[in-house]
């Protein structure tokens, strides 16, 4: 059974710090692009941060550009995001997704994973 698992959100104050994971089952990361979006409340989804597997190549959503990494572990079959300085406007349910792309950040993604909720207050 293919799955992608996030874990690791959770209530944090402004300035804090999360690491999320995303755990990937039933399929290898080999070639594909792993991708973190969130959504908001009465937001469209944003795309935050890709990393390709093939080679570590990495992107990142200007709002999260020098605060969030993202990074792979081929072992676990992970991939996290570790997010600092967090802010209140980072609040959002964080998905990853997969994609079988030679693209770091493909326009189409072939398996979702549930969601985690962040939320960042005071």
């Known amino acids: 059974q293919v799955q992608l698992v996030e874990s690791g959100g959770g209530l944090v104050q402004p300035g804090d710090s999360l690491r999320l994971s995303c755990a990937a089952s039933?399929?290898?990361?080999?070639?594909?692009?792993i991708a973190w979006f969130r959504q908001a409340p009465g937001k469209e989804r944003e795309g935050v941060s890709c990393?390709?597997?093939?080679?570590?190549?990495?992107y990142y959503a200007d709002s999260v550009k020098g605060r969030f990494t993202i990074s792979r572990d081929h072992a676990k079959s992970t991939v996290y995001l570790q997010m600092n300085s967090l802010k209140p406007e980072d609040t959002a349910v964080y998905y990853c997704?997969?994609?079988?792309?030679?693209?770091?950040?493909?326009?189409?993604?072939?398996?979702w994973g549930q969601g985690t909720q962040v939320t960042v207050s005071s």
């Open positions: 997704a997969a994609g079988y792309s030679d693209y770091v950040c493909p326009l189409e993604y072939d398996y």
């Open positions: 039933g399929f290898t990361l080999g070639y594909y692009a």
């Open positions: 990393i390709h597997d093939s080679d570590g190549s990495t």
